[in-house]
């Protein structure tokens, strides 16, 4: 209602509007006709022209001639997103490890370090360590780049205001201010945007991914715990406080298994790294090798992974139908140990789904695993930064 | 995405979206002044002034001089909604009952009918009943009117492209299209557009209700089955086809109590009439009746009764935490039958929602009764067809 009552916007703001329009689309889609602007934006020649010429004076995109098209007369111009010389940072914050790139306009992964991520460790020493990575990324940066900003994906709980880490039980964080940590180990003043790594994932998976297209989207995230992004009507799904997706805290089991959260019988105690594990008579492993050593052996025939599998998957859609019945989405994608989980339980999961889910909420849904794969996060992380160049391009450049 | 990479709209486009801007305020307010509407609404008073004498010229708004003030100086002009003159009819077909109303601009019942409906009767029998209401009330309407559409409210599931019942477990419906039908019924040319009971409720009361100001809303609604209408970032979730909401066939107990679905286990097999009733040891009960009986005699005592409507809040506080997970709402809202469980078992309801709900989840959501009561239901189907309007002002009028 509020967006709705809305006057229509000033003159300024259209032009706002139209070069974030048009720089969205090349950043999206990478080179582009002016032709094909023209007709994909809805505006004449001589407003591509204006809002072109403006957003390569700031150096966001520059015109060329297309590649050889082999067609007969004049071509049209190709506008393309400065990929080489715009670009943000991007960090990811995971249970077993750090991660930092470099993420160029239109979505390229320039530059990239990881490290390994001792389990508990606490904020204080995550972000010297991210830091560091990003000060050796920056030395190999051509002089004359425009850095826009930064994202930073985690697995845990993110306040929408301010991307304070509220609780993330799988890392032990509560109320941790990582962004605000970052900059002051760096020294910048670059705007340094915080989001769950579900969220961040889905927000990338729809931009480019494979969920591209989709209006309703459901990707669920499992490391230890379990999360969900959603992409609802086009747009993410944050809930009022910015923490709206925590499917793995739905209570599936009444008096089941303790959680890491204190509950008991929550989605991820059964399909999350500790309950698989301990399926499977492995409750003393810990960590994705120990899980992709159980899948492995499933796939080798041992009978009591193969059991724990199946029981997981079966819980895996067991919760897919109750969200898919929630939300009708048209994709459910599956990321982290659930990709893994759905790809060694399909069956289980696919013969869940249909039993509990209703007829009309399931005649349209697709089950996907992700196209970006574990970049997701990362190019989901720098998808935050752009935002705010998109937002307003001549004010960022 | 799709929304944001449009391009900036044309002049045509900006005047229509600001009368119809100006149109949903005095909608949803009432009558203002043009200075408030000035401030509002960010124009300058000139605009306000030309788009009030356009809309007042289609018979919209009129203007006049407000009430006394008791304030020195000239007054303002009011814009006032022509609420007695432009308006829309608004059906909802509930498990126990049809009604029909004529609905103002601005929200009001100007005429109302009820009328007892049979369990089980067939979507060809309800459209010619309602017709007859409408056409009665039709009779006093007075000559300068203007009605601009229908909304029906059902509970079931609708399509969203069109607006066929999908399915309605609770009165057996399955592909109903009750919006053809009433119109080849009332052999009118009005568009009739049809919606679930639950969302159009939510609707009515993010727009004028208890949840005016609220973005992030949860409407449970239930009758002998439960449902959900959701507001999240401000907007209704529909889903992918329009069945959204669908929460009291989330399955809570696993190989429970067989629900009128088909599946086991259902949220509203706990919480729903034929639950309540069953626990209640009056499973040959049927009907609001019998329920608001239950109600009462816990109220008075019963044991069997309390332990039975305990036991069903408890449920409702279970269900409510998966979802509060899920949304993270500030508002959850119980109309319908959910309204009297919650009010009969708020202490069970409150205390299964703290300790199954994320803190952070739980910090800023407050539980509520409606505040149109049983009418938004009538005031949502009524909206549906004034959005109509509001998107476009000078094309309806």
Redesign the interface.
Known sequence: ?????????SQD???R??L???L??VH?RGATTRAELTTA???NRSTIGALTADLAGAGLVSEGTPKETGRAGRPSLVVRPESARVYAYAYSIEVDRLRAARVGLGGEVLDRRELERPRNLVAGDAAPLLADAVREMHRAVPPDSICVGAGVAVCG?V?REDGLV??SPTTGWVDEPIGAALAAELGVDVPITVGNVADVAAFAE??RGVAAGC??VIYLYGDVGVG?GII????R???????????G??????DGVLCD?G?RGCWETEIGEHGLLRAAGRSDARGREALLALFDAADRGDARAQTAVRQAGDWLG?GV???V??????MVIFGGTMRDLYLAAAAQVRSRLN??G????L???RLRTPKLGDDAALIGAAELAFERL?ADPLDVG
Chains 1, 2 share one sequence.
């Open positions: 209602m509020t967006v709705a009552m809305r006057a229509g916007p703001e259209i032009r509007q139209n974030g329009a048009l969205r689309y999206v934006l809805g505006l709980m306040r509220r609780l729809h931009a209006d309703n969900a609802a009507g086009g747009r799904l944050t809930g009022h406080g910015g923490y709206s997706g925590e499917v805290h739905m209570v599936v089991v009444r959260c509950r067991f139908a109750n969200l019945n929630i939300f009708n989405p048209e039993s509990n209703l007829p009309a909420c005649e349209h849904v998109l």
